[in-house]
């Protein structure tokens, strides 16, 4: 397993951008799996984005084309540009690792979690 620490949360108008970051410990981060989800009060855990070790990306419907998955290997890290926010974006965010060559959008197939990062969206 990896350790994740996520950073970059805060509290935004609605329009407005945040970035989160997210670094990993270990030697094998870049062939990790590396995906974003969020938990709004009340829901369940959602879908954001995940990113597989050769680069490929996918996303939920409900944040494609304002958000941006993006990776370091040589750093060890994972990050999530969130353009034009809305309040429905409100959560918190979680960076999890997935040690596998699949990619997946499911949160149990995830092996490491992060602690969250709280997003608030004003309107």
């Known amino acids: 397993q990896v350790q994740l620490v996520e950073s970059g949360g805060g509290l935004v108008q609605a329009g407005g951008s945040l970035r989160l970051s997210c670094a990993a410990s270990?030697?094998?981060?870049?062939?990790?799996?590396m995906g974003w989800f969020r938990q709004a009060p009340g829901k369940e855990r959602e879908f954001v984005a995940v990113i597989s070790w050769n680069g490929a990306i996918y996303y939920a419907d409900s944040v494609k084309g304002r958000f941006t998955i993006s990776r370091d290997n040589a750093k060890n890290t994972v990050s999530l540009q969130m353009n034009s926010l809305k309040p429905e974006d409100t959560a918190v965010y979680y960076c999890a690792a997935r040690n596998s060559a699949w990619s997946s959008m499911v949160w149990a197939d995830f092996d490491s979690w992060g602690q969250g990062t709280q997003v608030t969206v004003s309107s």
């Open positions: 270990g030697r094998t981060f870049m062939s990790y799996v």
